[in-house]
């Protein structure tokens, strides 16, 4: 049971412009989400979180929107730079829960 | 501050064998987690350790196992080793355990392969 899905294995988009990376929910007792960004070899390294009482949290170039109507977040990028190249993964995390549930990741791409 | 810790980088074993892996949380945290990562496969959670006891275990059989000792440290075996155990081993520690609304945070991991 896949309780948090990133439906979108690959996005490539082009330097300067803004990336748009997507997740879907199906549990509705979460309600802290959170985004992670994971470079070849190395693990991964936390961005940005958002709690369910908010509906969008900005950190710098990155921006999370959370829809919980529609069970949605999304994490935008700008300006993309080639340094986000990488693959990020979406989390989602309740009170009570035994453990974070990633989604299956989604690989960045960032083109000159 | 010291981030998360695992030790080795990279570890070649052949089947059957076991093997050991070593985490060392940040400073301060108490829950460790650990989660194995496979090409396609995204982040496999193995299970969460607080203040020594095992919290949680995800859907491995019983040859992986795990503990944590009195200073956070945990510790990670799997035994009788199979060539579909080859796979990053990542380790995550937070202050508090899961469904506490914090981040969890990696460490590198360790590079399992079975030859």
């Known amino acids: 049971d896949q309780q948090v899905k990133q439906n979108s294995p690959s996005l490539s988009v082009q330097e300067g412009r803004i990336s748009i990376l997507n997740c879907d929910y199906t549990?509705?007792?979460?309600?802290?989400f959170l985004w992670y960004k994971k470079y070849p070899a190395e693990g991964p390294t936390f961005l940005i979180s958002?709690?369910?009482?908010?509906d969008k949290n900005e950190d710098g170039r990155f921006t999370v929107f959370l829809n919980k109507s529609a069970k949605h977040l999304s994490l935008h990028i700008v300006p993309s730079q080639p340094g986000d190249s990488a693959v990020y993964f979406c989390?989602?995390?309740?009170?009570?829960?035994?453990?974070?549930?990633f989604g299956q990741g989604t690989r960045l791409t960032i083109n000159p | 501050k010291a981030g998360v810790t695992q030790t080795p980088r990279y570890l070649i074993k052949t089947r059957g064998q076991q093997v050991t892996l070593s985490c060392s949380p940040i400073?301060?945290?108490?829950?460790v987690s650990w989660y194995q990562q496979t090409p396609g496969q995204g982040l496999q959670f193995l299970f969460e350790y607080f203040s020594e006891t095992q919290r949680n275990k995800g859907n491995f059989p019983g040859r992986f196992s795990g503990r944590q000792f009195s200073n956070s440290r945990s510790e990670m075996n799997v035994s009788t080793l199979e060539l579909g155990d080859s796979a990053l081993y990542l380790c995550?520690?937070?202050?508090?355990?899961?469904?506490?609304?914090?981040?969890?945070?990696f460490g590198d991991g360790t590079r399992l392969s079975i030859l």
């Open positions: 549990n509705s007792m979460f309600d802290y």
């Open positions: 989390a989602a995390d309740h009170p009570g829960a035994q453990k974070l549930v």
């Open positions: 958002i709690s369910s009482i908010k």
């Open positions: 995550a520690s937070s202050p508090r355990p899961a469904g506490a609304n914090q981040p969890q945070h």
């Open positions: 400073s301060g945290h108490r829950s």
